[in-house]
């Protein structure tokens, strides 16, 4: 696609509820990555993906936080047991190998 | 640890009333510093690259520098449509993520 595509754009979630957040990204990019954003402050690195291979996982909170990129192409960050501190938007950027990210618009996920 | 510090935090400037957004960053080698600018409810888009000190790029009303310790975005005669928040980043050699400081607020008044 023209962009980095993610769904959904928002989501409410229970406390104690499992959510999984989905990035298309761009076609033929290798590199996929996973940010948090909390409310007025800068994207936090949580995870990166060369293809399918997971890279780097050091920005994952806790062991509830899960990512997977099984085929090379389409991401799910899966979120278990969710808590009111996971509120935050959650972006995904692509990127071809050693070039500048695209990132989509995010999910912002609130936890109630 | 990289460290990427932005300030001032939010800047109010009347259209055409020309200013400067500071990035000061720690890391231990520099593979890239990135700028970003970031509308309400959307992701960064990416703006420039710098790779070395003395380092510069333009676009449009935006000139971005470089030094060892610190980056400047220059922002000429901003117009309404330049309000945005702009966001610094760095990357480490041999890294792929990048390290983002908390971003400056900029208001453009008409």
């Known amino acids: 696609g023209a962009g980095v595509s993610q769904s959904p754009r928002y989501k409410v979630a229970k406390r104690g509820q499992d959510v999984a957040l989905r990035c298309d990204p761009i076609?033929?990019?290798?590199?996929l990555f996973w940010y948090q954003q909390a409310l007025g402050q800068g994207p936090e690195f949580l995870t990166y993906?060369?293809?399918?291979?997971?890279?780097?996982k050091s920005g994952l909170p806790s062991d509830r936080f899960f990512a997977e990129r099984p085929e090379g192409s389409v991401s799910t960050l899966k979120i278990q047991r969710t808590q009111q501190e996971d509120s935050a938007v959650y972006l995904c950027?692509?990127?071809?190998?050693?070039?500048?990210?695209?990132f989509g618009s995010g999910t912002r996920l609130t936890v109630v | 640890e990289d460290q990427v510090t932005q300030s001032p935090e939010a800047l109010r400037l009347q259209e055409g009333e020309s200013s400067s957004l500071n990035c000061s960053y720690t890391?231990?080698?520099?593979?890239?510093l990135f700028w970003y600018r970031q509308d309400p409810g959307k992701g960064p888009e990416f703006l420039f690259t710098?790779?070395?000190a003395g380092e510069e790029k333009e676009k449009e009303r935006l000139k971005a520098t470089l030094t060892k310790k610190e980056s400047f975005l220059h922002i000429t005669a901003p117009k309404p449509e330049d309000s945005a928040t702009y966001l610094c980043?760095?990357?480490?050699?041999?890294?792929?993520?990048?390290?983002f400081g908390q971003g400056t607020r900029l208001t453009i008044n008409p």
């Open positions: 890391v231990s080698g520099l593979r890239g």
């Open positions: 950027a692509s990127s071809p190998p050693n070039y500048g990210y695209t």
């Open positions: 076609s033929g990019h290798v590199s």
């Open positions: 993906f060369q293809n399918e291979a997971q890279l780097d």
């Open positions: 980043a760095v990357q480490d050699q041999g890294a792929q993520k990048l390290v």
């Open positions: 710098l790779y070395s």
